[in-house]
């Protein structure tokens, strides 16, 4: 017997302005249909709203702001592409696409899509047409509803999981589809082209009335005419493979096989979430909870009764307050579930004992279990570009080109290539090695490996400070720290946003940075290597400048106290917040690793990049090596 349902959450009277436009809106048409159509560089405020249903957000680059003129209005593009599934051809259209029409570079998002920045709107028809003709679409990868579902981006073929992981993540993406038509019309003039075919299990689940889940007699089944409250994201994953960050999805399924690797259906997380807003306390950061079991004949049912239960009872007044994760918080596990049921139509089974889950990049070389190969690529903060005697654009272009190979796109902002030809495996790296990059992991400083930092400035319209542009040059100098510390092997999970909506998901972090003001940042600590724990604000506004004196004591604090193999984050978790401010208020620095001593000389990309791969490959500081070969020099010269 189902329960009742709780009663909603009180509203306000007045719904939010951007309802009133998704309302007007004609299922997502006007009036981005029209003014497409007219000679101006940029959409009015109703139109941009609307925009972002159909994968775009119109942004203007600050640093080319002037004093009397008009901003420097362009588009940024995001792809839909569950669990990052990027087929050469599409590839190939993307790279064009950043150099005809955009800037040059390709961004990899933290939802296993791209992104192409610098798109003028007099070409914003042509470049999304031609993503959609090779077999790529932006619909839903922005916009209050369902945005790219995720899944870990290892192939391998003889983990039947992981499989599974895939063909669920890509058809609850085509569940949770818009169906409007407003997308062929405003961008292929109504030539649907179909780049591939739902299921129809999935065409059955969608229109299948479950108690309420579904509007009837609208062009939006599962949607209806105000869509949803806000963006809803869903990841799909397998038992102990974190590499989705579960924790922060609205909805998260995990994978439950049987012994025989057949499916069996799925563990069920909710009310993941990590956008808040600084000095509002109402908002905050929320990893998910887990919520029930589901068979897997039942799981398209489950998932709309949970996207239902958001829709109609998500706060549609104040947009602060209108993710999945506040109704779980104020409703509590218990009533969330109890209205879940009341769509599904029956009681959800308890959820399943699960493994402790752990993160994975899935870098470097490695067999995917049928005889192939596969090959993951780190990409420092997303951004493929070339520069220097760094081609990573180039590398890859050509290796799309000469060995035809499809592409995942990564969590963590990566790339893999799979369905490697053993025997392609020297020439492909070579390829790599020609354009500077590198194919082992072990080379790369690990700061950087596990670190990620969203795009902020110059063009997001969100950000208060630099991330992605000032990322770089603060893990050097954490390195350099650690280094003159003796924590030489240390490293941690570093992530870096330019605000607070968190969309490098840096409240997982072991080190967190959050942009709160020009130049500076709040700070979180305590998050757990395997982003399986909410980190927590340390303080709330540093300026880049004192990033040494503010880390120096807890870190030797760190190297002083920490327990065998303890983490930097587990030892701050484990510490406390008191214990790190007691510490640090009462240490006073050696004059040999005082900020005042450091020295600092610029040397080319090249020799910068021998020398870290020396470094790592004898596990010794680079600061070292550059030392001992100074000092070698200058004795030569005696």
Known sequence: MVKSAPAPIAKRDQPSKVEGIKERSNFLREPVATQILEDTTHFTEEAVQLLKFHGSYQQDNRDNRVKGQEKDYQFMLRTRNPGGFIPPQLYLALDNLSDQYGNHTLRVTTRQGFQLHGILKKNLKAAIASIVKNMGSTLGACGDLNRNVMAPPAPFKNRAEYQYAWEYANNIADLLTPQTGAYYEIWLDGEKIISGEETEEVKAARQRNGNGTIIHGSEEPIYGTHYMPRKFKVGVTVPGDNSVDLYSQDLTLVVITNDQGELEGFNVFAGGGFGRTHNKEETFARVADEI????????????????????????????????LKYLIHEWGVDNFRTQVEEYFGKSLPAFQQLPEFKYYDFLGWNEQGDGKLFLGISVENGRVKDEGSFQLKTALRQVVEQFDLPMRLTPHHNIIFYDIEPENKSAIQELLHRCGIVDDPNTIEPLVRYAMACPALPTCGLAITESERAIPGILERIRQLLDKLGLQKEHFVVRMTGCPNGCARPYMAELGFVGSAPESYQVWLGGSPNQTRLAQPYVDKLHHNDIESFLEPIFVYFKNFREYGESF??????????????????????ATISSKSRHRVSIRDEVYTKLKAAANSQDRPMTELVNEALEAYFENLV
């Open 292 to 323: 029930c079991y589901v068979e897997k004949n039942d799981v398209y049912d489950l998932v709309k009764a949970i996207v239902a239960t958001q829709r109609d009872y998500g706060d549609r007044t104040e947009r602060r307050h209108a993710r």
């Open 569 to 590: 984050g587990d030892f701050c978790h484990r510490l406390g917040f008191a214990a790190l401010r007691e510490f640090a208020d009462t240490y006073k620095p050696e």
